[in-house]
């Protein structure tokens, strides 16, 4: 009979372990999941001003003005919501072969209490792409 007392009570005591054991790692577990969900986020931006700046910046040295380049980067952003003053484009007066810049600056705010307070918010993401005019805006 004692027997079966003491295999109740470790039975008993298991429930309690796991309780115990899922305690210790759920923080850990949404952290990890967070963390992938803002690194998700950040790399969704990085890629796209980068794309847009490339399109911005080949859009511009065919022959577009700087208006056009800047009101193309902003029609075609999808979820970042870019504005004019975001996009540098350098020099304003252009000259068969010489460079073009297009950059754009863009800073994410991260939306999860846990990693803003690990990380720096905001996060500041720059691309700038180059190309060889090859033809003047008209």
């Known amino acids: 009979m004692k027997i079966m007392t003491i295999i109740k009570k470790i039975h008993r ?11 210790i790692i759920l923080p850990v577990l949404l952290l990890i999941l967070f963390a992938i969900f803002e690194f998700g986020r950040i790399l ?9 700046a ?4 080949r859009y511009g ?4 003005s700087d208006q056009s380049i800047k009101d193309h980067i902003m029609e075609h952003d999808s979820f970042l ?5 975001d996009i540098n484009i ?3 007066i252009r000259s068969l072969g010489s460079a073009l810049t297009v950059g754009i600056d863009y800073e994410i705010e991260i939306i999860t209490p846990i990693i803003s ?8 993401l720059r691309a700038e792409y180059v190309m060889r005019v090859e033809k003047l805006p008209q």
């Open 13 to 23: 005591n298991d429930k309690g372990q796991s309780m115990v054991e899922m305690a």
């Open 44 to 52: 969704g931006a990085y890629m796209l001003i980068h794309d847009l």
């Open 54 to 57: 490339r399109d911005g910046v």
């Open 61 to 64: 040295v065919v022959g577009m």
């Open 81 to 85: 919501n870019i504005n004019s003053d």
């Open 90 to 92: 350098t020099p304003s």
């Open 117 to 124: 307070s690990i990380v720096p918010n905001p996060i500041n």
